[in-house]
């Protein structure tokens, strides 16, 4: 009888280490963000009840709508390319990128609706911490996006295979960081009250 | 085949959660049942995502605990801090 000896061991984390410091980096700046928008909230009461009111909560809806199947679409990118198919790979990408592109017209339109109206950062105390909360997690979409556009050209050119596809991964687990961000900051500032 | 539909009801369960935090902002329901449902959908989503969409779910438990300790310190902090603020 022969005895094996069997050890579990942990997975790594999927793509470029490097990555994941950045994440974790940007996890805290959000989390810090959303304690201080819930603190300041309780003594403001009144007025972020009343201002959430003013929020378009149908595009809300519609961009964690928009961020939830980009991201759909990135597992199915990586799933692809982990089987070699190069081609369905950079077409969920594309797909992605199409939701992503989707989330920052409505946010776009958002934005225009908002400052048509007079409002900015210095209206209030809510409103600020809208408008600083939501531009800041845009620019994080807005980067995902160039990230995910990079990993769809660099899998064209042949840079991906089954066997080698680090980088594809580490563009989705960036992009999993924007929609888990959202998922918070969706319900806390537009629904929450 | 089976983590293929695994992650379309993932996904499909997503929606349905956002789709009911849609409608208790749009019918004006408030609350502190209400907030624990929302929180806890978030919560819900949010692991879905570390777990199945990052594929988290094999790494190691120091990577595992420090994002769900980020989504569940998140998300009870904001619960606190809605029950001191009624």
Redesign the interface.
Known sequence: MTTTTQRNEPALLPGDFAIWIFIFAELLVFGVFFLIYAVVRIQNLEMFNHYQLTLNREFGAANTLLLITASYFVVRAVHAIREGQVRNCQFWLYAALGCGGGFLALKSLEFHEKFSAGIGLGTNTFYMFYLSLTAFHFLHVILGMIILLAVAIKARLGYYSAAEHTGVETGASYWHMVDLVWIILFPLVYIIR | MN??FN?HA??LI??GL??S??A???F?L?GIGV?AF??F??II??SF??H?????R????L?RA??HG??W???L??FT??V??R
């Open positions: 983590r293929i992650i993932i996904w997503m929606l956002t789709l935090t849609y208790m902002g749009k004006g408030g907030v929302l929180l959908t978030s989503k949010g995502i570390i199945d969409f990052m594929e988290l094999g790494v190691s438990l990577w420090i994002m980020w989504l310190i998140i998300c902090t904001i801090t809605y001191i603020g």
